[in-house]
């Protein structure tokens, strides 16, 4: 992970445990949710069609979409449930003294764009 870059994004206590908040890190939209002990960072855009997750429901690591109902896993991003059928992009996540940063996965694929 040497040539990540890091971003910072919130503090780990304005994420309770089972939530999820929206950030933006380099211009993308991402989903920051916490499960457990544990924090992933997704894209907040369905991959199905335009619909910010974070308007969906978190139910331990099954985030829903809103729009169509499609469930992702956000440890890895993978179709549980479609309509979608291409993962969700996952992003780099750690915590330093209780900010939350967040660096871009460099294979992820375009973000979506509205139009
Ligand atoms: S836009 Fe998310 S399932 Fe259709």
């Given at each position: 992970m040497a040539d990540l870059r890091f971003v910072p994004t919130l503090?780990?206590?304005a994420l309770r445990p089972g939530g999820m908040r929206p950030c933006t890190v380099e211009g993308?939209?991402?989903l920051l949710c916490r499960v457990k002990d544990s924090l992933h960072a997704v894209d907040n855009i369905c991959t199905?069609?335009?619909?910010?997750?974070h308007e969906g429901?978190?139910?331990?690591?099954?985030?829903?979409?809103?729009?169509?109902?499609?469930?992702f896993d956000v440890r890895d991003g993978h179709v549980l449930k479609?309509?979608?059928?291409?993962?969700?992009?996952?992003?780099?996540?750690?915590?330093v003294a209780d900010q939350?940063?967040?660096a871009l996965e460099p294979s992820a694929p375009p973000a979506p764009s509205e139009f």
């Open positions: 503090s780990l206590s993308r939209e991402l199905h069609a335009f619909a910010r997750l429901r978190l139910r331990g690591t099954r985030l829903t979409c809103p729009l169509h109902g499609a469930v479609g309509p979608a059928t291409e993962p969700l992009p996952v992003h780099h996540v750690r915590v939350v940063e967040v």
